[in-house]
């Protein structure tokens, strides 16, 4: 259930994650069929605050990304049954090309949009706050020169999404270093 890219060999966690949905997988009769293409390609344990809480973000491929996301809430909430104590997000994996990027002489052209770090990182949050949607976004630029991303997010999700917004803040600054609080719109 885990495929890492250039077979590398996995770590003991993402291990243990990867046999948690293969056992998903065989015990389960709605997720068997959706799960049996699917894999992961990183496992994250992260840390969430002060109070301690952790995050496991799993990492999948980006063209299996809508596949989870049809069974995201089912597979979430299973997996965050046998790792009590821990909220569980999916991200697809997604490259980030610099500036200087060069194309091969077959392939003339500038570097996709898509592989923008921008692009990425926005991506990044759309996936964090999956099933939720994002219903808009302001930057708020301190005096002091520091910028926090105000996101606003869809209100009927609201009782659903209230606990889990400490968790997603902390996982998008780890992952992008950039501040960001949520609110509902």
């Known amino acids: 259930k ?8 996995p770590e003991e966690f993402e291990l243990s994650v990867a046999e ?31 109070s301690n809480a952790k995050a496991i ?5 980006y063209k299996l990304l809508p596949s989870f996301h049809n069974i995201q809430q089912r597979l979430v909430r299973e997996l965050e049954k ?33 592989r923008t770090l921008t692009a990425v990182q926005d991506a990044i949050l759309e996936d964090i706050v999956y099933p939720t949607e994002i219903e808009g976004k302001r930057i708020r630029c301190k005096v002091d020169g520091s910028k926090v991303l105000k996101v606003y997010l869809n209100s009927k999700d609201q009782p659903n999404v209230e606990t889990r917004i400490g968790t997603y803040a902390s996982v998008y600054h780890k992952l992008t270093n950039k501040s960001v609080s949520f609110h509902f719109y």
């Open 2 to 9: 885990i495929r890492k890219p250039n077979g590398a060999t």
């Open 57 to 61: 973000i799993l990492y999948v491929p």
């Open 20 to 50: 948690e949905i293969l056992r998903l997988e065989n015990s389960s009769t709605d997720l068997k069929a959706p799960l049996k293409d699917l894999y992961i390609t990183a496992a994250k344990e992260v840390d969430c605050g002060p």
């Open 82 to 114: 046998k790792f009590s104590g821990c909220q569980v997000l999916i991200i697809a994996q997604r490259t980030i090309l610099g500036k200087s990027f060069t194309r091969s002489q077959k392939t003339q052209g500038l570097r996709p949009r898509s």
